[in-house]
C-alpha cells in the first residue's frame, strides 16, 4: 500500500534539504520526499494522510539500553516515590498482598535511588521487616549496585566469610553483611536470581515493545546479553512478537557461546533480531562514586578532611585487549561502558595499541557507552581512534545535583560533554540507559539543548548544543553507531520507513518545551506500531 504523508513538517535530519511538506511511503521504505505536489507525482494513487500540522521525522534510534531489563521491570516492584523505609515496606508488603508474589519466590525490586529516602542506603534487617520469608534482590537506578534481605543472600550462598569478587564487595557493618552488594559482587548475584517464564515474560516484552515505541522509537539495544538471557531471547524469537528492531550485545565473557547460538542474527536482522558485537564493562557509576577517575578528577570527600576517592577499574587492561582483539578478528563492533576519565583512558590506550597490532579496529566504530566524564584532553585521542562517544545526557537533570555535589561545579558543568565533541569534529550519540531512566528521547533532546539540574541550576552552559546536533544524536548518528545508515536515521528515498510523528516540531517550540512534546504515532517500515489513543 501507498500512503503519502502531507500537511506538516517533515524534518529528514538530511543537510542538502533539511525540511519538505511531504513524504510518501511503499512496500515499507520511502518512496519520495519533497513538495506536496512532488510526492503527489511521484506516487500516484497514494492514500493522502494530513499530518493536522504535526511534524514528521525518523524514528528516534537507540543508542544503548537493556530491553529484557525494561521488560522485567513489569514484573518488579517499583520504589518510585518512596522517601523512607517504612515507604519501601510498605510498597513491597502491598505487592505480595496483591498476588505479585508467592510466599518464598524472589522479589525483584526497581527504581531504588539511596539519595530519595531520608535514612540513606537499604538495608537487610530494612527488608527483611517488608519480607521475612521471600528473598528480595533491590536493584539501584544505576544498575551497578543492589541490597538484598536476608533470605536473598542465604539463598545466594553469601555469608559473612564470603571473599569480595575483582572489581566488588559486599558491604559490612562490624563484620556483618549489611546486604549492600557493588559492582561485580551484585553483577555476580544478580544473574541468579530465577528469570521469569512463559506467558508472564512474553507480556513483559510486549509492554516493553510498546513502551520504547511510545517514545517514537524504532531500533531499541540489549546492552548486556549474559548467557541466561538466551532461553528469554529464544523464546522471544519463537514467538514472532518483536516488532521493532532489536540489536544485541553478548558479554564478552560469553560472547562465543552466544554467537554460536544465534549465528542466524549475526550477519542481519532475523525476526527483527541480530547480534551487534561485543560488550564490556571498565568501571562503575558515578553517584555511587564507583566510575573510575584519574587523580586529578577524584571525587570530593564525602565527610569534610576525608580523603578524596577516584574508585578503581574492573578490568585488567590485558583483558580489554583481549576483548578488543577478538572483535577486530571477528569483525565486530565493541561496547565499553566507561563513565570515569580513568576507565575512558584505560579504553583510549588499550584502543590504540590493539589498532596498532589489528588495524581496522577503528574502523568498526566502537562505542564508549555513557562516557559521563570524558575529559577535555581525551577528545583528540577520541577523534584518532574513530571512538563513537554515546552519552547519557539526561545525567545533567536527574543526578547533576549530585554531581555537584560529588566533583564540585566546575568537573560536574563538563559532564556529558556534547558541546566540546561536536567542536572537536566527533560523531556522538545519545541514550538513556533504560531502565535506568525511561526511553524519553525528547527529554534528553530538551537535557542536552538545556542543561538544567532538577534543583534548576544551568550545568555546563558552554556544553549546551543546537536543537539539530541533539536530534542527530538519537537518529542518523544513532544510525551510524549501527552501521545502519544506508537503511535509518534519515528521511531519504530508499531508507526504511522507520517513522515517528510528533505533535509539534522540536526545531520550531522554544527549547524549554522540546520534552513536553508528544509522540503521536511511531512506524516500523511502514506499520504502525504505537498511536495515542488520542491522536
Known sequence: MKK???????????????AAQALAVEDGRIAAVGTEAEVLAACPGAERIDLGGAALLPAFIDAHSHFSSVAGGFLQVSLAGCADFAAVQARIRDFLRSGGG????WVLVKDY????????RLTASALDAAAPENPVMVQHRCGHTGVCNSEGLRRLGVTAETPDPAGGRYGRDGGRLSGYLEENAFFQNIRRVPAPEGPALLNAYRLAQEEYASRGIATVQEGMMVPQMAPLHRLLLDSGLLRLDLVSYPEFSAAEELYRAFSAGEKGYRG??????VKIFLDGSPQEHTAWMRPQSAYLPRTPGGPAERSRGVMETAAV??????AARRGVQLLAHCNGDAAAEQYLNAAAAVERRCPGFAALRPVMIHAQLLAPDQLPQVRALGVIPSFFAAHVYHWGDAHIRSFGPGR?????PAADALRAGI??????????IEPDMLETVWCAVNRLTRSGVLLGPEERIPVWEALKAVTRNAAFQYGEEADKGTLAP???????????????????????IRVLETLKAGETVYRRADA
Open 4 to 18: 503519502a504523508y502531507v500537511g506538516g513538517a517533515v524534518v529528514t535530519m538530511e543537510d542538502a534539504r533539511p
Open 102 to 105: 508467592e510466599k518464598g519466590a
Open 113 to 120: 535511588d539511596q539519595a530519595d529516602l531520608r535514612e540513606g
Open 272 to 277: 527483527h533480531y541480530r547480534l551487534g558485537g
Open 321 to 326: 585487549e583481549t576483548a578488543m582483539e577478538w
Open 412 to 416: 560536574a558543568a563538563l559532564i556529558s
Open 427 to 436: 560523531l556522538f550519540t545519545f541514550h538513556q540507559d533504560a531502565p535506568v
Open 494 to 516: 530508499g531508507k526504511l520507513a522507520d517513522l515517528t510523528i510528533l505533535e509539534e516540531n522540536p526545531l520550531t517550540v522554544p527549547p524549554e518545551r522540546i520534552r513536553d
